[in-house]
Each structure stands twice: as structure tokens, then as C-alpha cells.
């Protein structure tokens, strides 16, 4: 059976602003087939689709050809899609497909070393009842081990990533229980970049003028999935900070 995969998709998509544009143009159909567009990115070994496929695509997709031209040429436009000498393309797509691919070396790597330090090679396999009493390998601990793998509490109020979950918390009014979970989401944002006045801005922001957020509950996993569409909606106000070489976060947010 051929391997199939997955890739994110955000379950508020259909309000970023981008998104509305091209729905507000071709409706329904503009949406389902730059969902499709982005389906075939994905099982294209390059990332990339050309122009000569296309035709063939709007077959398979249900949809008229000189319709799927004037979407892709529309996405391009507002920037859901790109292109260059190698084709059309999603900067999104990209990235995830780099993700895959350096998870897959990674895996592959640990295999190898798996493999060589491995003392099976050299020894034949063992008969069940042999094995008896033998290292657990795994996630199973010994009985009576009590070790836990979450962080402790020392650790958590330690971390270096703690202010902004208590940003978060204080904004919101509530009080964080996984705090695991909210730290490593808070070091994915960080990871991808964003500094401190930007996420603490963009948790402001969702929780008082974001349309799908405003006075509504959420967490650092949703901050994470949405930094990248509010960081470009606020984009023209933050090049201004930028120009200004001002570091802390006055405008849009301080004007709430």
C-alpha cells in the first residue's frame, strides 16, 4: 500500500484574511482547490507543480481549466502561493516537507547507530524464557520505578520560557494546568524566531481585536498556529516599530 502523509491545517484557515479574499472571489470552489493545490504540493517529491500540469489537475480536481488558472493566478497575487524558475509553490508546503524530511534522516541515523552498538549481530537471538528479568526497552518503566518524565515543579517555575505562559494567563484571567505542553509550544513560537514583545503583542491582540479569538479561550498551542497570519495582518504597523528601532510593543496593541 502506497505511504501516505499529513500536514497541518489550521481549523480556522477559512478566516485568515487571504484565505476570505480568495473565498470572497471564487467562492467554495477557490477554496477547496487551493486546498487540492496544496494536496498535490505535497505529494510532488519537489514541493513544486508546474505550469503544464495544471490542465491535467483541473481534470482530476472537477474543475474548468481556465477556472483553475485564474485561482492559481489569483493566489499568487495575494501571496497564498508562489512561483519561480522551478514552478508554483507554497512557502508553508516547503517548510513542512523540509520537517519530514529532516525527521525521516534523523530516524534513519538512529537506526544506523541502533543498529552498530547493538550486540545482536554478534550473538543469536534469544529464546523468550532466556530474556527473563532482562533491560525493558521503551517507554514501559520497571515495576516500582516511580521516575515520571514530565517536568518538575521546580522546573517549571525555573523556565526560562515561564513569563510568557503567565502572560498568557494573566491576559486571559485563567489558570494553566498542562504546563508541559504550554512551554513546549512556547519554544516552538520561539524556535521559529518571534521575540518576546511579538508574542506577548500577538496574546494581546487575539484576546481583544482578533475576529475568531476576541474574548473567547485559548492557549500557546492556538499562539502558535496563528502567530504567522496576525504577524502579517499587523504587518505594516511593525515595519513602522522596526523603522523606529523601537523594541517595545506600543503599536497597534497598546492602543487597545
Not at 73 to 91: D, P, R, W
Not at 172 to 180: F, H, R
Not at 190 to 203: H, L, M, R, S, T
Request: glycine residues 8%; hydrophobic residues 35%.
Amino acid at each position: 500500500m502506497k505511504d501516505t502523509f499529513y500536514f497541518q491545517h489550521d481549523y480556522n484557515s477559512r478566516s485568515d484574511p487571504k484565505i476570505l479574499m480568495l473565498r470572497g472571489k471564487f467562492y467554495h470552489e477557490g477554496y477547496s482547490v487551493f486546498w487540492m493545490l496544496l494536496e498535490s504540493m505535497a505529494e510532488s517529491s519537489s514541493g513544486y507543480l508546474s505550469r503544464e500540469i495544471l490542465p491535467g489537475l483541473a481534470i482530476g480536481y472537477g474543475s474548468a481549466i481556465a477556472q483553475l488558472l485564474a485561482i492559481v493566478e489569483y493566489c499568487i497575487g495575494i501571496g497564498l502561493l508562489f512561483e519561480n524558475e522551478n514552478g508554483i509553490f507554497s512557502k508553508r508546503m516547503m517548510e513542512h516537507k523540509k520537517y519530514r524530511e529532516e525527521r525521516s534522516a534523523s530516524g534513519k541515523r538512529g537506526a544506523v547507530t541502533r543498529w552498530e552498538d547493538s550486540s545482536a549481530i554478534a550473538q543469536p537471538i534469544a529464546q523468550p524464557m532466556q530474556r527473563k528479568g532482562k533491560e525493558r526497552k521503551g517507554n514501559i518503566l520497571p515495576k516500582g520505578n516511580t521516575q515520571k518524565r514530565e517536568l518538575s515543579k521546580d522546573k517549571i517555575d525555573n523556565h526560562p520560557l515561564r513569563p510568557l505562559v503567565v502572560h498568557l494567563q494573566e491576559i486571559l484571567g485563567t489558570k494553566i494546568v498542562n504546563w508541559p505542553k504550554q512551554l513546549k509550544a512556547t519554544k516552538m513560537i520561539k524556535d521559529a524566531g518571534y521575540e518576546d514583545w511579538e508574542i506577548k503583542g500577538v496574546i494581546k491582540w487575539m484576546h481583544l481585536k482578533d475576529e475568531f479569538f476576541k474574548d473567547k479561550g485559548f492557549d500557546m498551542m492556538t499562539v502558535a498556529n496563528n502567530i504567522d497570519r496576525i504577524m502579517v495582518q499587523l504587518a505594516p504597523e511593525l515595519e513602522q516599530l522596526k523603522a523606529d528601532k523601537r523594541r517595545e510593543y506600543v503599536s497597534p496593541l497598546d492602543t487597545v
